[in-house]
């Protein structure tokens, strides 16, 4: 009778251990853990999301939109000065070319001369006829802008410089006026495809083309300056970078295609 109440004893101790290890044990060991996430819940991977880089624009669509403050990026630029000399090579008598080799990049339409009797500064043949002036002229021409200033409102892009030199392009097929500032001057221009372009003469009456595109990434504006040089017409195109400083205030229409 004793062993039977005993086993009945144990057994009823038994079950009271195991009501407690299955039910209250639990519940006290998630009070006691210290903070932190369940064990059945996984902790966020932040590595896992991608950063953001304002800098990776590469994906962004080409624009004509071409306003901006723009800086030159000499680094990424044609030295003109050597881009006349490899002309001069193949040109031994040609109208550009000369000692000044290295000299400035940059120009502007109207701005000066390229078909000067000495080329830059004085090449071979009809440089003893040039004056300072003709020399100063195509040095304007030749200087690039270290900082440019862009505003668009279709059909007018205003392109201003950091010496205060302002130009009109205007894409309407307008007839515009030849101004004798050679500072402030109006140009017919056109759109080729991202590419806005417009033609001069040079005293000389020597064609040139210059054209503005913002390149892929829309950080970065590209001025290209197409001539035809010496006495065979050898083309030479010469280009200039800018990086993009800060864009409009506000957005400014997109050109139509």
């Known amino acids: 009778m004793r062993r039977s109440n005993l086993l009945r004893h144990l057994l009823?101790?038994?079950?009271?251990?195991?009501?407690i290890?299955?039910?209250?044990?639990?519940?006290?060991?998630r009070a006691q853990a210290p903070p932190g996430p369940l064990p059945q819940t996984a902790p966020q991977d932040r590595s896992s999301s991608?950063?953001?880089?304002?800098?990776?624009?590469?994906?962004?669509?080409?624009?004509?939109?071409?306003?901006?403050?723009?800086?030159?990026?000499?680094?990424?630029?044609?030295?003109?000065g050597k881009k006349l000399q490899q002309s001069h090579r193949s040109d031994s008598n040609g109208q550009y070319g000369g000692r000044r080799g290295g000299g400035m990049g940059g120009g502007w339409p109207g701005g000066g001369g390229m078909g000067g009797r000495g080329g830059m500064g004085g090449g071979r043949g009809q440089s003893g006829g040039e004056s300072d002036s003709d020399r100063e002229?195509?040095?304007?021409?030749?200087?690039?802008?270290?900082?440019?200033?862009i505003s668009q409102k279709e059909p007018e892009i205003d392109v201003a410089d950091d010496s205060d030199r302002r130009f009109a392009f205007y894409t309407d097929n307008r007839k515009v006026e030849k101004s004798k500032d050679a500072s402030h001057q109006e140009f017919a221009a056109k759109w080729d495809e991202y590419r806005l372009v417009a033609e001069g003469k040079d005293p000389r009456g020597n064609k040139y083309e210059r054209s503005y595109e913002v390149l892929d990434g829309n950080q970065q504006l590209r001025e290209t300056l197409l001539l035809k040089v010496g006495r065979n017409n050898s083309e030479v195109s010469i280009r200039y970078v800018y990086d993009l400083v800060s864009p409009p205030a506000k957005a400014q229409p997109q050109a139509a295609h």
């Open 137 to 149: 002229k195509m040095h304007l021409f030749l200087e690039p802008a270290q900082q440019l200033t």
């Open 21 to 29: 290890a299955t039910v209250v044990g639990p519940q006290c060991v």
């Open 12 to 19: 009823g101790v038994l079950a009271s251990l195991v009501f």
């Open 50 to 80: 991608p950063a953001q880089n304002p800098a990776a624009r590469a994906d962004l669509p080409r624009t004509k939109i071409l306003a901006g403050t723009w800086r030159l990026n000499p680094d990424e630029s044609d030295d003109p």
